[in-house]
């Protein structure tokens, strides 16, 4: 089981290039290095340059590296998809996707340059559109060709284009979140849960990191460094789930449950389902690990 722990995802504005350099040095899983919402028009020029000179220097050592490209349909975006091909990032972000052909056609522009199988694509989920094609746009993931790998939500422009509010715990937008969450478990597929505006007020964040895990996303996009511990943490099997996870493997390999499908662990019944559970936090936890040496 390959598993790249995506549990943090920092938004970094590749306009500016201090921050490009200091996220080097930072705990998280991911970086986006944006082209797009952080960057203001007369900016995006030298953006693309100082993101695309990164990408190539190298120096993020395990941290993936994923570059956020303007839309297709306005004036940079093309050009901001061929510089992060021939950059060869982790991936490209799509933003505004609202079909199937959104993702394709960028694959389709991948495959012309030749890119590297490795170089994956995120798809930006933050239309009323994407939500109501939520399952044919990661349905494409079952074409190899796609190359699509990841979901990240885009709340803010969710709520922008919807008119739905973040008050009562997300309550109005919970149905496209976990709407979301299973079109990219159906297809294979990593989903991240979209950002936390308040970011001076720690408590509301880890809350939110909370319900994100419990609704079943893989991590959280955050907008300061000050949120990854947080994110970290939450999105972490803890101490006790791994021991937990680790008993029940060691259980269904003992000889005399090799054939069973359901055992009694702790006067609690246990069945594979729940082994293959298990065997999925552990591989989280190692790969954590891994990443964290």
């Not at 052909?101 to 009323?128: C, F, G, H, N, Y």
């Not at 909370?210 to 803890?238: M, S, W, Y």
């Amino acid at each position: 089981m390959t598993i790249r722990p995506r549990r943090s995802v920092l938004y970094m504005p590749g306009s500016n290039a201090r921050a490009l350099e200091k996220a080097k040095t930072l705990a998280a899983d991911a970086l986006i290095l944006d082209l797009e919402d952080a960057v203001a028009p007369d900016a995006k020029l030298e953006a693309r340059k100082q993101v695309a000179e990164a990408v190539k220097a190298g120096g993020y050592g395990r941290r993936e590296l994923v570059i956020r490209i303007n839309d297709l349909k306005t004036p940079w975006g093309s050009d901001d998809l061929a510089a992060a091909i021939e950059a060869q990032p982790d991936a490209i972000l799509i933003p505004k996707v609202s079909e199937p052909q959104d993702i394709l056609k960028v694959a389709e522009r991948l495959d012309a340059a030749a890119a590297p199988d490795s170089v994956r694509l995120w798809a930006m989920m933050e239309t009323p559109l994407a939500m109501l094609n939520a399952r044919d746009i990661a349905a494409v993931a079952a074409a190899p060709e796609s190359r699509l790998a990841c979901f990240i939500m885009g709340t803010n422009d969710l709520a922008k284009e919807t008119r739905a509010g973040f008050g009562q715990q997300r309550l109005a937008m919970l149905p496209w979140l976990m709407t979301c969450v299973a079109a990219a478990r159906a297809f294979g597929l990593d989903i991240v849960d979209g950002v936390y505006n308040d970011f001076r007020n720690e408590e509301g964040f880890a809350a939110e990191c909370a319900q994100g895990r419990l609704c079943g996303f893989d991590g959280k996009t955050l907008i300061h460094p000050g949120q990854i511990a947080v994110a970290n943490e939450t999105f972490a099997p803890t101490e006790a789930e791994i021991a937990a996870a680790r008993k029940i493997i060691a259980a269904f390999e003992l000889p005399e449950n090799a054939s069973k499908g359901a055992i009694e662990i702790d006067g609690r019944m246990v069945e594979l389902l729940h082994c293959e559970m298990a065997r999925r936090t552990v591989a989280v936890a190692d790969a954590i690990a891994a990443r964290e040496a």
